[in-house]
């Protein structure tokens, strides 16, 4: 299993562009979380999605967009970049979006927007 | 309001030393505790879980943490440190009562841990 793989692996953008950071789990997870990490802030939730066919949002969902394409797949869609949000993305996974279960992270996207 | 605090941005210590990362929490109710790591240039992994029952936490690669209640901490601990331990830990609480953040879990800074040969 490769467990949640994202694409790509860096990026940069110029400010006003957009594009969409890919997830993808092969672990049957029901549950999908998109985060965000700047140094110093831990992980800060963007938006998640309970289940296929449900999305809501995080702690810090301006700015984004999500869509849970199937089961496995969870895209994350930047509209208008702005340097605000360079940053590492990360796509994690759980069995169910219960308060006890773990989630899995894939290893990452490193964005800079100029 | 919920939150997780990791008091050291960086912890030293000498490989073959005991290590302890500290965390300390604010819920409403009981909590669900976490630890990951993070690697460089890595995806965070799973380490250990409190939920109930024994305060005292068995996770992998040889880590344990301790529920305290009464003092509101989930301090990660290994007696016997690593090189291959240096990595970025983090620390995460969920509110077992907490209707409206279900799904989110609440995350510390990160402590960067340092073990030196």
Known sequence: NAGVTQTPKFQVLKTGQSMTLQCAQDMNHNSMYWYRQDPGMGLRLIYYSASEGTTDK???PNGYNVSRLNKREFSLRLESAAPSQTSVYFCASSVMSGQYNEQFFGPGTRLTVL | AQSVAQPEDQVNVAE???LTV???YS???NPYLFWYVQ?????LQFLLKYITGDNLVKGSYGFEA???KSQTSFHLKKPSALVSDSALYFCAVRDKAGMD???QLIWGAGTKLIIKP
């Open chain 2, 101 to 103: 953040s279900n799904y």
């Open chain 2, 66 to 68: 301790e529920f305290n």
């Open chain 2, 27 to 29: 819920v409403s109710g």
């Open chain 2, 16 to 18: 073959g030393n005991p």
């Open chain 1, 58 to 60: 995080g702690e810090v």
């Open chain 2, 22 to 24: 500290k965390c300390t």
């Open chain 2, 39 to 43: 690697y460089p240039n890595r995806g």
